[in-house]
Nanobody, 119 residues
C-alpha cells in the first residue's frame, strides 16, 4: 500500500509557473513508476507525465516542452514543474504510483490538487 499526498496547486495567471509535489508513504517508493494525471470538468482523466523506476519519462503532447516530471527517491517525492501555463491546463491534478508484480497491476492515487490558470 502506498499513500500519496499532492500539494502545490493553486491559481496562476497564463504564462505562469507552478510546481506540484506528491509525497509518498507506506511502501518502498523506488519500486513504483510515478505519474501525474489530470481531469478537467466534463473530461476524462488523462496522463500528463510519467517516470519509470529507471528514470525514463513520457509526456502528453500538449505539455511537452512546458512540464517536467522528476522524482527524489530519498525524499519519497515526485514533482511536476509546470511552466508557460495555459488556461487549458486547468484541472485537478492527481499523482499516481504504479507497479506490476506477478501479473498483477497495482495503482495508487492521491486525492488531487486543483490547478486553475486564469487571468
Amino acid at each position: 500500500q502506498v499513500q500519496l499526498v499532492e500539494s502545490g496547486g493553486g491559481l496562476v495567471q497564463p504564462g505562469g509557473s507552478l510546481r506540484l509535489s506528491c509525497a509518498a508513504s507506506g511502501s518502498v517508493f523506488s519500486i513504483y513508476a510515478m505519474g501525474w494525471y489530470r481531469q478537467a470538468p466534463g473530461k476524462q482523466r488523462e496522463l500528463v507525465a510519467a517516470m519509470t523506476i529507471g528514470g525514463r519519462t513520457n509526456y502528453a503532447d500538449s505539455v511537452k516542452g512546458r512540464f517536467t516530471i522528476s522524482r527524489d527517491n530519498a525524499k519519497n517525492t515526485v514533482y511536476l514543474q509546470m511552466n508557460s501555463l495555459k488556461p487549458e491546463d486547468t484541472a485537478v491534478y492527481y499523482c499516481n504510483a504504479h507497479r506490476s508484480s506477478r501479473g498483477e497491476d497495482y495503482d495508487y492515487w492521491g486525492q488531487g490538487t486543483q490547478v486553475t490558470v486564469s487571468s
